[in-house]
């Protein structure tokens, strides 16, 4: 007997079609990559060398027409294009569409999308990089110049073993999701396991809150097919018939189907989480990869501090003065000192390629002013750019010398041009977090 079922033998009614109508539109519009940034996004990367960075950004593309920040007001664009185009819909000719049939293809396409767009994060977490432990300077921070977004990240950042199975939940969930016979399965797990990323965003302020109700109302979407077989089964505890629908393929259409299926798996599974894997080996997306100054990591005090040839001694509310400086291992200096800091906001997932773009360690975070820099060895000199949104007016130029490993001594002009000396001093300090909590910390 043939699995498959006629439009005139469908219990289809005018409300449900109807409502199908609507719902079919709008999937199928959120799924396209109908967005502004489409073709930054596609033509903005080598395809002959593609960055798991790349494909993370391709797998986020959603329909988006206003530029800037996502936002709900798209969903509405959405929502009345959708309503229009079922009310043309629905002036065709009754008994020219299987409906049954359309229904497979739209869940088989928004579960696929889905499975794509969780996979994304879940590589980014089951490597841990989306939320990296803190730098030095981060770890040198006072608690209360993080904003709440910050302090989230930096908390997952601290367990990367947990942050590597919150991945692994992802994974699943997008793999359970590309076999017809588990999705409803791996949309629950999307339910819970994203719900919670949406209350989370609304929580500490950031900025995923929308896509994350994008993944969510597609979980809804996939597991609403067995949702009702589902309940009277587990609720009702009453005898229940899986829904075995599937369409007859042709022959083609069916070598087309599996060939797409095995891009999918091939292109955002197996190749993603190689790229993703070697990223995470060599070139983690947050922190700069540009190694800095040799031998000089850590956090220095500041023993030091003349203006303008005058001795300043120290003083918490002195926003020329500098309290202390860190140095990177990569090419960022960070001074902590009194002077107002706007907080660089970013919130959302980026991955950048260049360096200059890379401002996790800055986002979120005041009381410091974050620096990259070149070395210029010839003229034993420093190159500073503030690498903060709002100040990239600012550069700074001091020569350095290093009287001995713990030592370095600065001198050049600050950012409102006045003549400064700096003699900073190594901190040999212990970090807790890194010690772990079941071994002896020494101080």
Same mark, same amino acid.
């Given at each position: ?14 409300? =449900? ?6 719902? +079919? ?14 073709? !930054? ?10 960055? @798991? ?6 797998? *986020? ?71 990296? +432990? ?13 904003? =709440? ?58 900025? =995923? @809150? ?7 109302? %597609? ?15 587990? $609720? ?31 292109? +955002? ?12 080996? *060599? ?37 020329? *003065? ?38 996790? =360690? ?27 949104? !709002? ?6 130029? %001091?020569?350095?010398s290093r009287p001995d490993t713990a030592t370095i ?9 006045? $003549? ?5 001093? *190594? ?17």
């Amino acid at each position: 007997m043939s699995n498959n079922i006629t439009s005139n033998e469908s219990k289809w009614t005018n409300a =449900e079609m109807g409502l199908f109508r609507f719902f +079919f539109i709008y999937f199928i519009l959120q799924t396209l990559p109908l967005s502004v940034d489409f073709f !930054h996004t596609i033509f903005g990367f080598n395809w002959f060398h593609i960055r @798991y960075g790349d494909i993370f950004n391709v797998s *986020r593309l959603s329909a988006k027409f206003i530029p800037g920040a996502d936002t709900f007001l798209n969903w509405l664009i959405l929502a009345v294009l959708s309503a229009g185009g079922a009310f043309l819909w629905s002036r065709q000719k009754p008994g020219k569409y299987n409906y049954d049939e359309l229904y497979y293809w739209l869940r088989a396409i928004v579960r696929y999308r889905l499975a794509i767009g969780i996979i994304g994060y879940g590589f980014l977490k089951f490597f841990p990089m989306q939320a990296p +432990f803190p730098s030095i300077s981060n770890l040198n921070t006072a608690y209360g110049d993080f904003s =709440e977004w910050k302090i989230f990240s930096m908390t997952l950042g601290i367990v990367p073993g947990y942050e590597s199975f919150l991945g692994g939940v992802e994974l699943v969930a997008g793999l359970l999701l590309l076999f017809r016979k588990t999705a409803s399965i791996g949309a629950i797990i999307v339910l819970i396991f994203t719900g919670n990323v949406f209350i989370s965003n609304l929580g500490y302020g950031g900025g =995923e @809150y929308v896509y994350a109700s994008y993944l969510i109302s %597609f979980a809804v979407f996939v597991l609403w097919f067995d949702a009702q077989r589902i309940y009277r089964l587990i $609720s009702l505890e009453l005898p229940t018939q899986p829904n075995r629908y599937k369409p007859a393929f042709k022959p083609a259409l069916n070598s087309l189907r599996l060939l797409a299926k095995a891009f999918i798996l091939i292109f +955002f599974v197996f190749f993603y989480g190689l790229k993703t894997y070697f990223g995470w080996r *060599r070139d983690p997306y947050q922190f700069p990869q540009k190694s800095g100054l040799a031998k000089t990591a850590g956090i220095y005090n500041v023993s030091e501090f003349k203006l303008n040839g005058k001795i300043v001694p120290y003083d918490p509310a002195n926003a020329a *003065r500098w309290q202390d400086v860190v140095f990177e291992k990569w090419a960022t200096i960070s001074i902590r000192s009194p002077r107002p800091v706007i907080t660089d906001s970013a919130n959302y997932e980026q991955i950048f390629a260049q360096d200059k773009d890379r401002n996790y =360690e800055l986002a979120g975070s005041g009381g410091r002013h974050y620096y990259s820099y070149e070395v210029d060895t010839a003229k034993q000199q420093l190159l500073l750019q503030n690498k903060n949104s !709002h100040y990239l007016h600012e550069k700074l130029r %001091f020569n350095f010398s290093r009287p001995d490993t713990a030592t370095i001594i600065l001198a050049g002009k600050n950012e409102v041009g006045d $003549s400064i000396a700096v003699t900073l001093v *190594r901190i040999n300090k212990k970090y807790p977090l890194k010690l772990g909590r079941r071994k002896t910390l020494k101080l």
